[in-house]
C-alpha cells in the first residue's frame, strides 16, 4: 500500500504565497511521477502541476506555481506564489508508483484546502 499525507494549506489574501507538502510513504519500491490537481465547487478536477519524465503546468499557474520533489524523502511540494481568488480549491496530491510487490498503483492524498481572498 501507498499512503499519501499532505499538508501546507489555508486561507491566504490575494498575492500571497503558500507552500504545500505531500510525503508518500508505504511499501513503495519506485515513484514514477508526482502531481498536484485542485478541484474548485462545481468544477471538475484538474491537474495542476506534475512531476515525472516531464514537468507541466496549467497555463493558469504557469510563472506563479513550482513543483518540486525531494527524491530522498518521498516528498513533492507546491510554491504557490501570486495567489489569486480564482485558485481557492482542495488540493490534491497524486504519486504513480511501483510498490514492492511489483504493483503499480496511482495513488491520492485526502486534499488540502487553499482559501484566497480578495
Known amino acids: 500500500q501507498v499512503q499519501l499525507v499532505e499538508s501546507g494549506g489555508g486561507l491566504v489574501q490575494a498575492g500571497g504565497s503558500l507552500r504545500l507538502s505531500c510525503v508518500a510513504s508505504?511499501?513503495?519500491?519506485?515513484?514514477?511521477?508526482m502531481a498536484w490537481y485542485r478541484q474548485a465547487p462545481g468544477k471538475e478536477r484538474e491537474l495542476v502541476a506534475g512531476?515525472?519524465?516531464?514537468?507541466n503546468y496549467a497555463d493558469s499557474v504557469k510563472g506563479r506555481f513550482t513543483i518540486s520533489r525531494d527524491n530522498a524523502k518521498n516528498t513533492v511540494y507546491l510554491q504557490m506564489n501570486s495567489l489569486k481568488p480564482e485558485d481557492t480549491a482542495v488540493y490534491y496530491c497524486?504519486?504513480?508508483?511501483?510498490?514492492?510487490?511489483?504493483?503499480?498503483?496511482?495513488?491520492w492524498g485526502q486534499g488540502t484546502q487553499v482559501t484566497v481572498s480578495s
Open positions: 508505504g511499501s513503495i519500491f519506485r515513484i514514477n511521477a
Open positions: 512531476s515525472g519524465d516531464i514537468t
Open positions: 497524486n504519486v504513480d508508483a511501483w510498490t514492492l510487490v511489483a504493483v503499480r498503483k496511482v495513488c
